[in-house]
Structure formats: C-alpha cells, structure tokens
C-alpha cells in the first residue's frame, strides 16, 4: 500500500477522524451554494453601506449649498428628500413614430419644474447659483436612485435566497461603486462652479467668442457671429459660467429653419467618453452630431443636417466617465489649443470663402464663460 | 460592448485646483490656487506690467505631487 494512499488503514480504523475528514466535503456539498450566498451577502451588504454613506453626503451637500448660497427662508429639507425622489416617466414607445418630440416635451417639463422648486426656494438669487443648485441635486439624486436600485435587488436576494440575483449583484458592484465615487466627486466641482471635463467643448468654443457682441438663440444658449478668413462663422455655446448644458439642437434647428441661414459646415466638439487604456485628452475627429445626452438635441441636428444636406464634422476629447463630470483634469485643459487649431484647419480644408460654418460646443459649461 | 461600458477612470486621489491667467497685452502667463468666484475667461484686473487686461484661460486640477 503506497504511504500517501488515504483509507481507514491510515488513520487506525478510527471512524471519528474518518468522519472529520469527509464531513467538509458533505457540508460543501449539501450547504456550497448557502456559504457562497452568505459570504456573497456579506460582500454586498458592504457595498451597499458604503453607498448609503454616499447618499447621505450628497443630500448633506445639497442642503448646505441652498442653505449657504440661497439663503431660503423656511428649512429646505423636506423639499430636497421630495425633489431627491422626483420622478420622470419617459413616453411610451410602441409607437415610436414622433417619440423625440414627446421625450422632448417631458424632459423640458421636468427641468422646468425642478429650476421653479429651486426659484420657490429661494426667488431672489442669481442664475450661476440657481443652475449649480440644479447640477448638484442632480448628481445627489443619481447617487440616491443607485443606492435604491442597489439595495432593492439586495433584499430582493436575501429574502428570496436567490443566490443569482445576489451574484449578479456582486459581478457589477466595482463598477456601481466606481460610478457614485464619480457623482461624489462631481459634487465638489458642482459646489465651487469649477469646470468640469465635460466643459472642453464650451471651452474651446467660448474662446472663440469672447469680444463678439452675444444672441440668445434658444434656452440657456447663445450664438456669436463672426468672421475667419472670409468664412462667415456661427458659434453656439451654452450660456456660462452657470451649469447649463443649453439646447444646441434646438438652437442649430432655429439657426437654420427659423432664421434662415444657408449654412455649409456644421462643426461639433465635444468630450468623449475613452475607452479603457486611451489617453485623457487625446483629440479625434470624425464625422457625425458629437452630441451625447439623451438624444433629443442630436435626433434635431441630424434631421435639419440631413434635410439640408450639411456635412457634420466632429471634434472630440477624450476622457473617462470620472474625468468628464469631476474638475477639468490638466491634459484636457490643454487640449483645447489643439482643439482650436484642428477647427480653424476644418474651416480652412472643408468650406470655402463666403460660405456659412456653424461651430458648436457642446457640454456643460459651468465655470465657463464667453 | 464598447459603448455601454465605457472607462469609469481610476479613483482620483486629492488635487489641488490652479487658475492660470493670461495677460493679453504682454501674454504673461500666472499659475495660482483656484478661488471661488474664479471662472474661465473671467476679466479679472490688471497686469502690473504693461497695464494690460488680465483674462483666467484655464482652471484646471492636478494632482498633489508626493514630496521627495
Ligand atoms: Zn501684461
């Protein structure tokens, strides 16, 4: 018999260790699936701590910041747990045929409503404060609603000891901690108005129109008309330093059906979000409405380019989620110089003397100005 | 794949925030702390220089160097 062979004549035929040795695996085999399911709690019930914590930082920061630069006249609390919870719900979409409009409608409604309850709160302050207000309520009521959507499959988990809602859970939690880390971090850009790295397009955009008489064109934004080697050029931004991101699909659309300016070049510049191992601040262009959100400006800027048959140019900067919604990292800040030379290039090679070239910045321009 | 998860970026360790100001008469640049109430393409006063109107051109984060 080979010494390493295990069996009962090793151990003396004492059934006592026999049973000790093979009671582990029974116990994995009967109760694995248990042990992995509680240590799997354990792991996620952390997490969800430290979300919690999250959320009650943001909602503190939200209170102090209208408590501090508002100055409201009763306590804002228990209008900022109501506005925390507000609700949006999207058109249906069965019938998808005119959907834009009415996403449109809704959300200009939703944004309305809330910049109103800020205003009750406090009806004498200025636009910068009254637009941060807003951008710190919203990154505070994205952090809440992960939180909840969190701890809603958590329970759901534990109550049903469903061990593959719980794993699923666990797979993704790195990534939903990493995300409400951004809005925490987004949250001190919000409070000091300091720009963020989502502000590059308005950046390099605003550059171009300072000492250029400004037009409102259409809500939060303005245009700025003005000349480069012949060109005739039409630049729009949204209006800073307040957090506004404006309406550029509407302001283009006016610019072009309302107003009826031939325009020959449609030039975007906005930030990308990088792919996992690109360098923050990279510069590429490409072709297309570099427009993110949720798809109403860029529905209108494609329709009124395609109908006209404009060619749309993209400038974009590259950046990861944390970087665009955080302070404006160096290497994006530098970016712009090239920015603004890869856009007076395109001018230059894509439209000739006399004609029209439209220049937009898309992003929240928050500590920004023009 | 690649549009739904795009990078979420490393954590940021603590930065310290810096205005640069330009002067657009003699093109001095000055780096500084961020003050609130700073903003991009502010006017904020005079160069000692050439008298010359001082424009913020960028504020921007980085990060606390580790003393050697
Ligand atoms: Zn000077």
Request: glycine fraction near 8%.
């Amino acid at each position: 018999m080979l010494p390493l062979q295990l069996g009962p004549g090793q151990f003396g035929d004492n059934t006592l260790y026999l049973l000790l040795f093979y009671l582990p695996f029974l116990l994995f085999l009967f109760y694995g699936q248990r042990i992995q399911a509680f240590m799997i709690l354990g792991e996620v019930s952390r997490a969800l701590g430290k979300l919690k914590i999250m959320r009650e930082k943001s909602r503190k920061e939200v209170i102090d910041y209208l408590v501090n630069h508002l100055k409201p006249k009763s306590d804002p609390q228990e209008q900022v747990d109501q506005l925390l919870e507000y609700f949006t719900i999207m058109p249906v979409d069965l019938d998808p045929s005119g959907i834009v409009r009415k996403i449109e409608h809704v959300v200009t409604v939703r944004n309305d409503r809330i910049r109103s309850e800020i205003r009750r709160l406090a009806p004498e302050t200025d636009l910068v404060k009254v637009s941060t207000a807003e951008n710190i309520l919203e990154a505070a009521s994205s952090i809440n609603y992960i939180y909840k959507l969190v701890r809603h499959f958590y329970l759901l988990g534990k109550r049903t000891s469903n061990i593959y809602i719980l794993v699923q859970l666990q797979m993704i939690m790195p990534m939903i901690l990493q995300e409400a880390d951004a809005l925490v971090n987004a949250l001190e850009a919000f409070k000091l108005s300091q720009p963020i790295g989502d502000g590059i397009g308005p950046m390099v955009v605003g550059r171009m129109m300072l000492n250029h008489e400004k037009m409102d064109i259409s809500k939060d934004t303005v245009m700025v008309k003005s000349e480069y080697k012949d060109r005739n050029l039409y630049l729009i931004k949204a209006v800073g330093p307040g957090g506004n991101v404006g309406e550029p699909g509407t302001a283009v659309e006016r610019l072009i059906s309302e107003l009826g300016v031939k325009i020959n070049s449609i030039i975007m510049i906005d930030a990308a979000l990088k792919l996992e191992g690109e360098k923050t601040g990279e510069v590429a262009e490409g072709v297309g409405a570099a427009i993110g959100g949720i798809g109403v400006d860029r529905f209108k800027i494609e329709e009124v380019a395609t109908k006209m048959n404009i060619p749309l140019y993209a400038v974009v900067i590259k950046q990861s989620l944390i970087d665009a919604i955080s302070v404006m990292r160096k290497e994006i800040a530098e970016a712009a110089e090239k920015v603004t030379k890869i856009v007076y290039r395109l001018v230059e090679e894509k439209t000739q003397p006399n004609d029209n070239v439209l220049i937009v910045g898309v992003g929240n321009t928050l500590g920004v100005a023009q | 794949m690649a549009t739904m998860i795009p990078s979420i970026g490393e954590k940021r360790g603590k930065q310290i925030v810096y205005t640069i100001e330009e002067c657009l008469g003699c093109g001095e640049k000055n780096k500084r702390t961020f003050t609130v109430g700073d903003y991009v393409f502010k006017q904020n006063g005079q160069c000692k220089k050439c008298s010359g109107n001082i424009l913020i051109t960028m504020i921007y984060a980085e990060p606390i160097k580790p003393t050697q």
